[in-house]
């Protein structure tokens, strides 16, 4: 059975998609730690990143470095903080976090809210970001 996160890079289930190519599938993460946090996914579905190929995961990670980018020239932040938990969607991710202070990439706190056109112009802004 497909993951979220595999429905949503198949477009089944709509998303504020950022970025994608034949292999990776970028989106704002809908419940943000704080505005800009995005979610970069293989779309092959793999549980555990660390059991994605050698390869694969490089190339995520290069992918996740142009996204990171992209949101730094669209979001006031210090740097883009890097997650990886791998606990709440059995589909391997990262976590792009716009960090001010290292408080800003703490999943215990409260989560931003953005309104569906807020959400909308972000992922427009950051996907024309993308060099």
């Known amino acids: ?5 595999s429905k949503i890079a198949a477009g ?10 034949n292999r990776y599938f970028a989106f704002l993460d809908i419940n ?3 505005k800009g946090h995005v979610l970069v996914i293989p779309k092959q579905e793999v549980d555990y990143i660390f059991d994605v190929d050698d390869k694969t995961l490089a190339d995520m990670m290069v992918f996740a470095k142009r996204i ?3 949101i730094e020239r669209v979001v006031p ?3 883009i903080g890097v997650a990886v938990l ?4 059995p589909h391997a991710h990262i ?4 960090l001010n202070s290292e408080a800003d990439i703490s999943f215990q706190k409260p989560r931003a809210k953005l309104s569906p056109d807020e959400f909308s112009e972000l992922a427009k802004q950051i996907s024309e970001a993308i060099v």
């Open 12 to 21: 089944e289930i709509p998303s504020y998609k950022v970025a994608e190519d």
């Open 32 to 34: 943000p730690l704080v």
């Open 1 to 5: 059975m497909a993951t979220i996160f």
């Open 86 to 89: 791998g606990l709440e969607v």
């Open 77 to 79: 932040c210090k740097r």
């Open 68 to 70: 990171a980018k992209a």
């Open 95 to 98: 976590h792009l976090v716009p």
